[in-house]
C-alpha cells in the first residue's frame, strides 16, 4: 500500500537504496541526497516524512510545514476542491482604529508652530552640532542616551539631519539658540 509516493520508476542503481518502513509506507527510495527525516507519530515509533534536497535538514522531533496555497474563490458545488456557495464579499466601512497614529494637520500645524517658537531641547542642539561636524554614531549614542530606545534615537537623528539640511537649503526650518 502506497500512501505518500509514487514507486513505479524504480531502478536498481548502486546509488540507490530501498528501506521499508512500518508506517503504511512500502517502499521509499533513499538517493545521494538526504530526503528523508524521521519524526515521532505515536509514543516513539518512527514516522518518516520526505524532504526537498535543497531544503536545510530538519530536527528528529519536528514537523515538516508546508506554506500553503492562496485561496481559490468558492465554485458553488459541495463537493470537491473549492467547494461552497459563491458569496461576494462585504465591503466594510474603514474603522477608526486604521487611523490610530496618523497626525492630522490641525496638530502638525500645531505642533511645527511650537517648535518654531520653543526651539530645541538643549540634547537636540547637541545632536545637531554633531551632525554638523559629520559624528553620526556619536550623535546616535547621545540620542539614545536620553531618548531610551534605539529605535527613536535613530528617529531623531533623522529628524534632526532633516531639520540641518533645509536649514542649508535656506528652508523653512530655522534654529533658535
Do not use: C, W
Amino acid at each position: 500500500m502506497q500512501k505518500a509516493f509514487n514507486i513505479m520508476n524504480l531502478s536498481a542503481d548502486d546509488d540507490t537504496t530501498v528501506e521499508i518502513v512500518e508506517n503504511n509506507l512500502d517502499n521509499i527510495v533513499h538517493q545521494l541526497t538526504p530526503i528523508l527525516v524521521v519524526g515521532y507519530k505515536k509514543k516513539h515509533k518512527p514516522k518518516t516524512l520526505a524532504l526537498l534536497p535543497n531544503r536545510p535538514q530538519i530536527f528528529a522531533d519536528q514537523r515538516v510545514r508546508k506554506a500553503m496555497a492562496p485561496k481559490q474563490p468558492n465554485t458553488g458545488i459541495f463537493v470537491g476542491l473549492n467547494k461552497g456557495h459563491v458569496v461576494t464579499k462585504k465591503e466594510l466601512a474603514p474603522r477608526p482604529s486604521d487611523r490610530k497614529g496618523k497626525t492630522s494637520k490641525r496638530i502638525h500645524l500645531v505642533r511645527n508652530l511650537i517648535r518654531e517658537v520653543a526651539g530645541f531641547a538643549p540634547y537636540e542642539k547637541r545632536i545637531t552640532e554633531l551632525l554638523k561636524v559629520g559624528k553620526d554614531k556619536r550623535a546616535l549614542k547621545v540620542a539614545k542616551r536620553k531618548l531610551g530606545t534605539h529605535k527613536r534615537a535613530k528617529k531623531k537623528r533623522e529628524e534632526m539631519s532633516n531639520v540641518l539640511r533645509k536649514m542649508r537649503s535656506g528652508g523653512g526650518g530655522e534654529k533658535k539658540k
